[in-house]
């Protein structure tokens, strides 16, 4: 399995950006601000598997590609891809659900807000809180 993923485009001028969606900067919508820090991957394998095309955001990749590759998951791993399914893209400061609807992150419907609130205990725990890492979670 070969992955290819950057984290983001290459930066480019404003006046770019303008002229691409035709209007300043600060007058672009939720989606169309956040769809300025998409970025394309590739997983390529070399045995038969199934060819998707599939819009998340990076926080899944690692899981996701457990996944297909059929290695084992940590409980955290399989938490992320059963969110995934409701909300497959969670960006800087909004999120896309299922239906392809964006939602800021400051005014969540409330059947987003706890597993985005879950999410977010979850990574704090994994990223900054090591010496009270939640046993069995991670691993």
């Known amino acids: 399995?070969?992955?290819?993923?950057?984290?983001?485009?290459?930066?480019?001028?404003?006046?770019?950006?303008?002229?691409?969606?035709?209007?300043?900067?600060?007058?672009?919508?939720?989606?169309?601000?956040?769809?300025?820090?998409?970025?394309?991957?590739?997983?390529?394998?070399?045995?038969?598997?199934?060819?998707?095309?599939?819009?998340?955001?990076?926080?899944?990749?690692?899981?996701?590609?457990?996944?297909?590759?059929?290695?084992?998951?940590?409980?955290?791993?399989?938490?992320l891809l059963q969110l995934k399914k409701e909300i497959p893209i969670i960006g800087m400061g909004a999120i896309e659900d299922n239906n392809g609807k964006w939602f800021d992150m400051n005014s969540l419907p409330q059947k987003y807000a706890e597993p985005i609130n879950n999410y977010k205990i979850l990574q704090y725990n994994k990223i900054k809180d090591?010496?009270?890492i939640c046993k069995g979670i991670f691993s």
Request: aromatic share 14%.
């Open 1 to 79: 399995m070969l992955i290819m993923f950057g984290d983001h485009y290459p930066n480019v001028e404003e006046a770019f950006y303008e002229e691409l969606y035709g209007k300043k900067i600060e007058d672009l919508d939720l989606e169309e601000t956040q769809l300025r820090d998409q970025t394309p991957y590739i997983i390529w394998t070399n045995y038969e598997s199934e060819s998707v095309q599939e819009n998340m955001s990076a926080n899944y990749l690692g899981a996701y590609i457990l996944e297909k590759a059929g290695l084992s998951m940590s409980k955290y791993d399989k938490f």
């Open 130 to 132: 090591r010496k009270n």
